[in-house]
């Protein structure tokens, strides 16, 4: 139920709400670019899209077409940061929002 609130009260935030539009675009960008570019489904396309940002990688897609491969390498270096950022501060926010609970010692 915590996991819910700190969602809600990431997204009453401006900033955090920013952040978010920004990751969605930068998916949204490369998934519409693979997807006419390389000629892979839309559901393909944003797997790839998120398994590289994210650097999982597992290898399954990769680009075949020069065009491909040259977006790819601009779309690693744009978009690599901003899931990063994105990650880095939705956990940052989790954390600080987490009531502090007291450990007792017996």
């Known amino acids: 139920m915590h996991f819910f609130r700190t969602i809600l009260s990431f997204l009453k935030n401006e900033e955090y709400r920013d952040l978010l539009f920004t990751t969605v ?3 949204v ?3 519409v670019a693979y997807h006419y570019i390389e ?3 839309f559901i393909d396309a944003l797997y790839f899209s998120v398994v590289t940002l994210t650097t ?3 290898g399954d897609l990769s680009p ?3 065009t491909g491969k040259l977006f790819t390498i601009f ?3 744009i978009g690599i940061g901003v899931i990063l950022q994105f990650i880095n501060t939705l956990q940052n926010h989790y954390a600080q929002s987490r009531p502090y609970r007291k450990r007792k010692n017996n």
């Open 56 to 58: 999982i990688g597992f």
């Open 29 to 31: 960008i490369g998934t």
């Open 39 to 41: 000629g892979w489904r």
């Open 25 to 27: 675009t930068v998916i």
């Open 64 to 66: 075949k077409t020069d």
């Open 75 to 77: 779309y690693i270096v």
